[in-house]
């Protein structure tokens, strides 16, 4: 605390609040929204599986718009992100027996869709300057059945390409690329979910490119495109050359597909937010930037440094974190309800690492084997994950749209910070 400053309450504990005015909303409807919703409506194509009108379906125009936009050439939409990733470790034949690695620090749907399909989840402790997977401890982790690696971009960072591209290519083990938390990001000037053989993405509400629920897999190879279109459509597949009032689809089932189709409600959501997405992100990475500064100054403050190779990164979930060789012993949960009620908007822990989330619960699914080994083999207690946990415990995080805003909005968010670490000593006695 400087000399001479009177020291004011936290909010949290009745004094003034940091900052009073409203934050961006997010997702925010859009003229362009609201009327591709009711072109939709009014077409009488409302899935994929309708009969063909004459137009292109939103769907297609979608997979078309996003596979160009990441300079790719194939894009199959899914349902949501989970079912984008399930579509991709089964379109590399991923299933019983394999191995996946997958990060420790990340949303329970990585791990949830591998088990899903009966593979087992590898956790991989993450990186500390980046919160993403380390290769190192990737590397290390690999054995005979290791059938592919997903890393996730995430944390406004991302993880290290250069050396996944590298591991995928000597050890001809195929890479797998989670994008849900960056869409838009580019690692040496390329977008990121074209590195790996594919990419996944989740356009979930929160997501920074959203349809409410949503999902789409990105690929440049025609076989795994041909395999997804199946996988997400009962077996089927679109056919180039529709006619009026038939299906566009054709049977194939080649492999065993389910019903993840987008729907053209959805689809057309995406579609109309797409172009929006570039000037968004522009706009949260400025602000990311200014407050990077600021919160440089706080002392015991730290934030995740994105990699220099991240030329340009995706503002998504902003982390803050705290040292406590510092600033002492950690309050974070209340750290977090302190700076919600300063700023008004919404802050909380990150997501507890995998091998501690009451989330990620494999071994409660009958869909696995029951005998021992295979029960060991899933049991997420087994994996140790010290930089993840560190990291979980000294961290706090807020939504992207908070960087939506003004410099004003981004400057209150140091502001409380700062005021925050000034009264930790109040926060650890409450
Ligand atoms: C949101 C998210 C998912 C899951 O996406 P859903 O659309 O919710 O199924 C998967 N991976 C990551 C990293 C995510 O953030």
Same mark, same amino acid.
């Given at each position: 605390?400087?000399?001479?400053?009177?020291?004011?309450?936290?909010?949290?504990?009745?004094?003034?609040?940091?900052?009073?005015?409203?934050?961006?909303?997010?997702?925010?409807?859009?003229?362009?929204? =609201?009327? /591709?919703? @009711?072109?939709?409506?009014?077409?009488?194509?409302?899935?994929?599986?309708? /009969?063909?009108?004459?137009?292109?379906?939103?769907? @297609? @125009?979608? &997979?078309?718009?996003?596979? &160009?936009?990441? +300079?790719?050439?194939?894009?199959?939409?899914?349902?949501? +992100?989970?079912?984008?990733? $399930? #579509?991709?470790?089964?379109?590399?034949?991923?299933? !019983? +027996?394999?191995?996946?690695?997958?990060?420790?620090?990340?949303?329970?749907?990585?791990?949830?869709?591998?088990?899903?399909?009966?593979?087992?989840? !590898?956790?991989?402790?993450?990186?500390?300057?980046? *919160?993403? #997977?380390?290769a190192d401890a990737a590397r290390a982790a690999i054995?005979?059945?290791?059938?592919?690696?997903?890393?996730?971009?995430?944390?406004?960072?991302?993880?290290? *390409?250069?050396?996944? $591209?590298?591991l995928?290519?000597?050890t001809? #083990?195929?890479?797998?690329?989670?994008?849900?938390?960056?869409?838009?990001?580019?690692?040496?000037?390329?977008?990121?979910?074209?590195? +790996? =053989?594919?990419?996944?993405?989740?356009?979930?509400?929160?997501?920074?490119?959203?349809?409410?629920?949503?999902?789409?897999?990105? $690929?440049?190879?025609?076989?795994?495109?041909?395999?997804?279109?199946?996988?997400?459509?009962?077996?089927?597949?679109?056919?180039?050359?529709?006619?009026?009032?038939?299906?566009?689809?054709?049977?194939?089932?080649?492999?065993?597909?389910?019903?993840?189709?987008?729907?053209?409600?959805?689809?057309?959501?995406?579609?109309? @937010?797409?172009?929006?997405?570039?000037?968004?992100?522009?706009?949260?990475? !400025?602000?990311?930037?200014?407050?990077?500064?600021?919160?440089?100054?706080?002392?015991?403050?730290?934030?995740?440094?994105?990699?220099?190779?991240? $030329?340009?990164?995706?503002?998504?979930?902003?982390?803050?974190?705290?040292?406590?060789?510092?600033?002492?012993?950690?309050?974070?949960?209340?750290?977090?309800?302190?700076?919600?009620?300063?700023?008004?908007?919404?802050?909380?822990?990150?997501?507890?690492?995998?091998?501690?989330?009451?989330?990620?619960?494999?071994?409660?699914?009958?869909?696995?084997?029951?005998?021992?080994?295979?029960?060991?083999?899933?049991?997420?207690?087994?994996?140790?994950?010290?930089?993840?946990?560190?990291?979980?415990?000294?961290?706090?995080?807020?939504?992207?749209?908070?960087?939506?805003?003004?410099?004003?909005?981004?400057?209150?968010?140091?502001?409380?910070?700062?005021?925050?670490?000034?009264?930790?000593?109040? *926060?650890?006695?409450?």
């Amino acid at each position: 605390m400087s000399a001479g400053r009177i020291r004011s309450p936290l909010a949290l504990f009745g004094g003034p609040a940091s900052f009073s005015s409203s934050w961006p909303s997010w997702p925010a409807a859009t003229p362009e929204i =609201v009327a /591709a919703l @009711q072109s939709v409506a009014e077409s009488g194509r409302w899935a994929i599986s309708g /009969a063909f009108t004459g137009m292109r379906s939103h769907e @297609q @125009q979608f &997979a078309d718009a996003f596979a &160009a936009y990441n +300079g790719t050439r194939y894009a199959v939409p899914t349902v949501n +992100g989970s079912a984008a990733l $399930t #579509i991709g470790l089964e379109a590399l034949r991923i299933g !019983v +027996g394999d191995e996946v690695l997958v990060p420790g620090l990340t949303w329970v749907a990585c791990a949830s869709a591998v088990s899903g399909i009966g593979a087992v989840p !590898v956790l991989v402790d993450v990186d500390p300057q980046t *919160l993403c #997977i380390s290769a190192d401890a990737a590397r290390a982790a690999i054995t005979p059945r290791t059938a592919a690696i997903m890393v996730v971009h995430a944390y406004c960072s991302a993880a290290d *390409l250069d050396a996944f $591209t590298a591991l995928s290519a000597t050890t001809g #083990i195929p890479l797998i690329e989670d994008c849900s938390q960056a869409h838009g990001a580019r690692w040496r000037g390329l977008r990121v979910g074209t590195y +790996g =053989v594919l990419g996944a993405f989740s356009l979930q509400q929160v997501k920074v490119l959203t349809c409410g629920e949503g999902g789409v897999a990105i $690929t440049a190879n025609p076989e795994l495109d041909d395999t997804m279109q199946q996988l997400r459509a009962d077996g089927r597949r679109r056919i180039a050359v529709p006619r009026r009032g038939q299906l566009e689809l054709e049977d194939i089932g080649s492999v065993q597909g389910r019903n993840y189709c987008l729907s053209e409600f959805h689809a057309a959501v995406a579609l109309a @937010q797409l172009p929006l997405l570039d000037q968004q992100n522009a706009r949260r990475r !400025v602000n990311a930037a200014r407050l990077r500064v600021r919160l440089r100054e706080i002392p015991g403050v730290l934030c995740v440094e994105p990699p220099a190779a991240l $030329t340009e990164e995706t503002i998504y979930q902003f982390v803050i974190q705290f040292d406590p060789e510092r600033l002492g012993p950690l309050p974070t949960r209340r750290v977090a309800d302190a700076l919600f009620a300063e700023l008004g908007v919404f802050v909380e822990m990150i997501d507890a690492p995998l091998n501690a989330n009451r989330l990620y619960n494999p071994l409660a699914s009958r869909r696995l084997p029951l005998d021992e080994r295979s029960r060991r083999a899933f049991d997420p207690h087994r994996f140790d994950l010290p930089a993840a946990t560190r990291a979980q415990q000294n961290s706090v995080a807020f939504g992207h749209w908070a960087l939506l805003g003004s410099s004003k909005h981004t400057d209150a968010i140091a502001e409380a910070v700062a005021k925050v670490v000034e009264n930790l000593d109040d *926060l650890r006695s409450a």
